[in-house]
C-alpha cells in the first residue's frame, strides 16, 4: 500500500508540469519548448523533462500508462467465445530522446501490453510482453526556418493523414510500427515524405517481434498546409506474397493514388479522402477504390458548442471470385478501431452512413454520440475485420445490410497528463448477419485511463 501511494504521489508531481508539455499520437513529435524555457527560467521543476547532460547533449523523457476494462456480450456477434467477466488490459511504455548538437537524434520507446480474461485468448493486438515500438536514429539538416531535410532509420511507427491508410493503431492494446527508412523534406507550406517499410510482425514475448518476411511498403506522401483548405497527395506500393482475399491466396502487388483534402472556415470542418487501387493479385488484375467524407458543423454560440457532422465513406468490394479480377479494396494499414470502440468490422467492401454529435460539456469533459449504418458494396463479397481478415463470408446470401451500431462515449481529462473514456456501443445484425449465422447483437462497454508524461 505504501509502494502504491509513492507511485501516485510521483505521477501527481510529473502532473504538475505536464500541463507545459504538447504531446503528439507519436510520441517522438512531442513538442517540450515550454518546459524547456521554464527551465532556463529557473523552474527546476520543469527540467527533469528536456535536461542538458553535455556540451551540445539533450535527454528529454516521458512515458505513457493506459489501463483499459471492456466487456462484450456476444463478440464478434456470437461468432467468438463468451469472455466471462470481461478483458482486462494494459499498455505502458518508457522514451529517450537524445539530441546531439543541431542535427543528430537518437530516440528509443520501448513498450509492454498484457490483457487478462479473453475467453478465446489474447489476440495478437492484446498482448507484447516487451518490445521496442521506436528506436531510430535520425539526421536533421536544420531545427529553425520554414526548410529543411532530414532522413530516420530504423524502428518507428508510422502515421499519415487521419490514419484511414497508415496509422500507429492507438486504439487496440498493442500500437503497429515497422522498420523503415525515411526520408522528408519541408518547404514553406509544403512537406514531402519518402519511405521504404516493412510491419513488424508482434509476438507475445519478450524482444521476440521481427519483420515481416511476407508484407512491405513502399511510398511517397505530399502534404500542403493552408489557412483554410490543406491538401494530401500520395502514392504507395504494397506487396504481401501470402495475400488473402475471397479468391484464395496469392502474391499481392498493390499500387494506391490517393488524395485528401481537409480544412475549416468559420464553423464548417471537413476531411475528404479518396483513393484508386491497381495491380495484381497472383493472375488477377486489381482494380478497386474508395472514398470517405468527414463534414461537420460547429454551433459556437450555443451552450456545449454541439458538432453535427456526418460521414459518409464506401470501398468497393469484389464481384465475381471466379474471374480474373479482384474489386475489394484493401485499406493497407488503418486505425484499430476504424468505426468505433466495438472494433468488428473493417473498411473493405462497404458502405457506410455515420451521423455524429459532439457535445463540450465543459472545458476537460466531451460528449460523442453516433448511429452507423452499414451495408456491403457488392453481395459477391463478405465482411472483413479491422485487420483484414474475412469474419464472414458471401455465402449464398444476397442481402446487403450488415449492422446498425449506436455509440456513446464520454471523454474526461481531469488534470495535466491525463485522460479518460466510456464507451458504450450496441450493434443490431443486419440481414446479412443473420443469414450468415451471426444474428446475436453485440454490446460493448470499455472504461479507459491513461497517462502521458
Not at 32 to 48: H, Y
Not at 371 to 390: I, K
Amino acid at each position: 500500500m505504501k509502494m502504491r501511494t509513492t507511485r501516485l504521489g510521483i505521477l501527481l508531481l510529473l502532473a504538475a508540469d505536464a500541463a507545459l508539455a504538447q504531446f503528439r499520437p507519436l510520441r517522438f513529435d512531442d513538442d517540450f519548448s515550454a518546459q524547456r524555457q521554464a527551465c532556463a527560467e529557473d523552474n527546476q521543476r520543469a527540467c527533469w523533462k528536456d535536461r542538458q547532460v553535455g556540451d551540445h547533449i539533450r535527454v528529454s523523457i516521458g512515458g505513457d500508462l493506459r489501463w483499459r476494462y471492456e466487456h462484450t456480450a456476444n463478440p464478434r456477434y456470437g461468432l467468438e467465445p463468451q469472455d466471462r467477466w470481461g478483458v482486462w488490459m494494459q499498455r505502458h511504455s518508457a522514451l529517450v530522446d537524445l539530441r546531439v548538437g543541431r542535427h543528430l537524434r537518437g530516440f528509443a520507446q520501448l513498450a509492454s501490453s498484457h490483457a487478462d480474461g479473453r475467453a478465446a485468448g489474447p489476440s495478437p493486438v492484446d498482448e507484447n510482453r516487451l518490445d521496442p515500438t521506436n528506436l531510430f536514429v535520425e539526421w536533421r539538416s536544420a531545427t529553425t526556418g520554414d526548410g529543411g531535410t532530414g532522413m530516420r532509420i530504423g524502428i518507428q511507427e508510422l502515421q499519415f493523414g487521419s490514419g484511414r491508410g497508415i496509422d500507429a493503431r492507438e486504439g487496440p492494446n498493442v500500437r503497429r510500427s515497422f522498420e523503415a527508412v525515411r526520408a522528408y523534406a519541408t518547404s514553406g507550406p509544403w512537406r514531402v515524405d519518402a519511405f521504404a517499410a516493412a510491419p513488424r510482425d508482434h509476438r507475445p514475448g519478450s524482444f521476440d517481434d521481427a519483420r515481416s518476411q511476407t508484407q512491405a511498403l513502399r511510398g511517397l506522401y505530399a502534404t500542403r498546409t493552408a489557412a483554410v483548405t490543406s491538401w494530401d497527395v500520395y502514392a504507395l506500393h504494397y506487396e504481401d506474397t501470402v495475400a488473402r482475399y475471397v479468391q484464395g491466396v496469392a502474391h499481392e502487388r498493390r499500387w494506391t493514388l490517393g488524395a485528401r483534402v481537409f480544412g475549416s472556415r468559420k464553423a464548417w470542418h471537413w476531411n475528404w479522402e479518396s483513393i484508386i487501387q491497381g495491380g495484381k493479385f497472383g493472375d488477377a488484375g486489381i482494380r478497386a477504390w474508395s472514398i470517405a467524407t468527414d463534414t461537420g458543423y460547429t454551433f459556437e454560440d450555443v451552450a456545449g458548442q454541439p458538432r453535427l457532422a456526418l460521414l459518409v465513406a464506401v470501398a468497393s468490394g469484389d464481384k465475381d471470385s471466379h474471374d480474373d479480377r479482384l474489386g475489394t479494396v484493401n485499406p493497407l494499414y488503418p486505425r484499430g478501431n476504424y468505426f468505433g470502440d466495438e472494433a468488428t468490422l473493417g473498411p473493405r467492401n462497404f458502405f457506410n452512413i455515420h451521423p455524429a454529435l459532439t457535445l463540450q460539456l465543459s472545458p476537460q469533459v466531451e460528449l460523442d454520440a453516433s448511429l452507423d449504418f452499414f451495408w456491403r458494396h457488392s453481395t459477391r463479397d463478405g465482411v472483413y475485420a479491422p485487420n483484414g481478415m474475412l469474419i464472414v463470408p458471401a455465402g449464398d446470401s444476397r442481402a446487403r445490410y450488415v449492422a446498425t451500431i449506436a455509440s456513446l462515449a464520454l471523454n474526461w481529462r481531469p488534470a495535466p497528463g491525463w485522460s479518460s473514456s466510456t464507451a458504450l456501443a450496441h450493434a443490431q445484425p443486419g440481414a446479412f448477419l443473420r443469414e450468415a449465422g451471426a444474428g446475436d447483437a453485440l454490446s460493448l462497454i470499455s472504461l479507459t485511463l491513461q497517462y502521458r508524461f
